[in-house]
């Protein structure tokens, strides 16, 4: 598996987070990266915040990958989070959003890795059975089952950059 594909599968996960709005899930993914990663949670909120404000992270069909440089991080960390009930998340195809894929990445990180593993989360969350297998889950586990089977079945971090 390559540096890039290890980061797939998400650090933390959170299933049927109750929330109310983009804003209040931007704030609960902070708490969540605080209390796992000991990253201070305002800084990593203004920054999720700040490229919202620049253009919704929302990428159609109920999916957001909200995405942020982060100082004081080593490795990018990554989050999915199920929502409870759909939020407005200005998608461009105007459908709320259910789940995202949140991406911490170092704020002196490779711009090549970034956009990489943002391609990656987008090819992975248009797999309509992959989606079908996180809508099934019912725990961390089957999410992480989910992410890992895909990564096999795709032969991630086997084949040659470029080749996907």
């Known amino acids: 598996?390559?540096?890039?594909?290890?980061?797939?599968?998400?650090?933390?996960?959170?299933?049927?987070?109750?929330?109310?709005s983009r804003w209040?899930?931007?704030?609960a993914v902070s708490?969540?990266?605080?209390?796992?990663?000991?990253l201070s949670a305002p800084p990593v909120f203004r920054a999720l915040w700040r490229r919202e404000e620049a253009g919704s992270t929302?990428?159609?069909?109920?999916?957001?990958?909200?995405?942020?440089?982060?100082?004081?991080?080593a490795?990018?960390?990554?989050?999915?989070?199920?929502?409870?009930?759909?939020?407005?998340f200005a998608a461009p195809d105007g459908k709320r959003v259910s789940e995202l894929f949140v991406i911490l990445i170092p704020a002196d990180g490779a711009d090549a890795k970034y956009l990489q593993l943002l391609a990656l989360v987008a090819e992975v969350f248009s797999d309509t059975d992959f989606?079908?297998?996180l809508a099934a889950a019912s725990d961390t586990?089957?999410?992480?089952?989910?992410?890992?089977?895909?990564?096999s079945r795709n032969?991630?971090?086997a084949r040659p950059a470029g080749s996907r």
């Open 1 to 20: 598996m390559d540096t890039t594909t290890q980061w797939l599968c998400p650090q933390e996960i959170e299933l049927d987070l109750d929330v109310r």
């Open 24 to 27: 209040e899930g931007l704030r």
């Open 31 to 38: 708490a969540m990266s605080e209390r796992s990663q000991r």
């Open 58 to 73: 929302a990428v159609g069909n109920g999916f957001a990958i909200p995405h942020a440089r982060i100082k004081g991080i």
């Open 75 to 88: 490795e990018p960390v990554t989050v999915y989070v199920r929502l409870k009930a759909p939020v407005d």
């Open 131 to 133: 989606r079908a297998r």
């Open 141 to 151: 586990q089957d999410v992480r089952s989910a992410f890992s089977q895909w990564i």
């Open 155 to 157: 032969q991630l971090g």
